[in-house]
């Protein structure tokens, strides 16, 4: 007797992986090029290459004498704006009680003083914002919290704000993107958080890390498309080569 078995299917799945081989570059998750926006002559300079900034922290000011002469002018202005609008205040409030025991045209002048102050307490204001700005412009800050990676500027130097001239680049101090570079006709199997696999130049070390980042658009010239993984302390800079394992 033959026996016959039927209605038996296998499904097998197999998940592949497959290597995309890349080149990258090492550069910092942040960088600036700084420039003076106002002209002057460079007073003081705080800080040399390698020196390690905070943000907000100062690199250079230019001679700003007559900037901060203007500003303590415009602060003493809107000091006094308020006081006269307090003192109006209270006389417009103290009238409005006995509005209609006194003189209409005697009120409107206390009426017309109390605006007159409101306004000119914004026009102090508005003042005052102005000159801080432009003695802002003479201060040159750190963006971030980094590290001064080249100064172009000594003191007594001229610089205008007609025509930026970087004097100071920063990066961030730590954190660094690896900048990856793997063919076009691998766009369709490279993903976000694919592991990646690589080696520096000059180095034996052995580097794995997760794509954070892919660039949305392939270089027209090289036919190229970039990706991004994250890392620390690592000098900017560097060249390697790597693999990147696709699911």
């Known amino acids: 007797m033959m026996k016959i078995i039927t209605g038996l299917s296998v499904l097998i799945l197999s998940l592949s992986a497959s290597d995309v081989y890349t080149t ?3 550069e910092a998750k942040q960088s600036a090029e700084l420039a003076f ?3 002057g002559s460079v007073e003081r300079v705080y800080v040399d290459i390698s020196s390690k ?3 907000g922290e100062r690199l250079a000011k230019l001679k700003n004498n007559d900037k901060k002469a203007s500003l303590d002018i415009a602060k003493s202005s809107y000091e006094n704006a308020k006081v006269i609008l307090k003192y109006a205040k209270k006389d417009y409030e103290r009238q409005l009680k006995v509005k209609d025991l006194i003189d209409k045209a005697e009120f409107d002048r206390y009426s017309f003083n109390y605006e007159k102050a409101k306004v000119a307490l914004e026009s102090a204001k508005a003042n005052l914002d102005y000159q ?3 003695f802002n412009k003479t201060v040159l800050l750190a963006p971030f919290d980094g590290v ?4 172009i500027v000594e003191v007594g130097d001229v610089v205008s704000g007609m025509m930026l001239k970087t004097v100071f680049k ?3 101090l730590k954190e660094r993107k690896v900048v990856l570079e793997f063919d076009q006709k691998d766009w369709s199997e490279v993903k976000i958080a694919d592991e990646v696999n690589y080696t520096l130049d000059g180095s034996d070390k052995k580097y794995k890390a997760k794509i954070s980042k892919i660039y949305p658009t392939v270089d027209e010239s090289s036919r190229m498309l970039k990706a991004e993984v994250k890392a620390e302390n690592i000098p ?3 060249f390697g080569t790597g693999y990147i394992t696709t699911k």
Not at 148 to 151: G, W, Y
């Open 53 to 55: 900034v905070k943000k």
């Open 24 to 26: 990258l570059k090492v």
């Open 148 to 151: 001064i990676t080249q100064k």
């Open 170 to 172: 920063i990066q961030s």
């Open 37 to 39: 926006d106002a002209s």
């Open 236 to 238: 900017t800079g560097l």
């Open 132 to 134: 801080q700005a432009l």
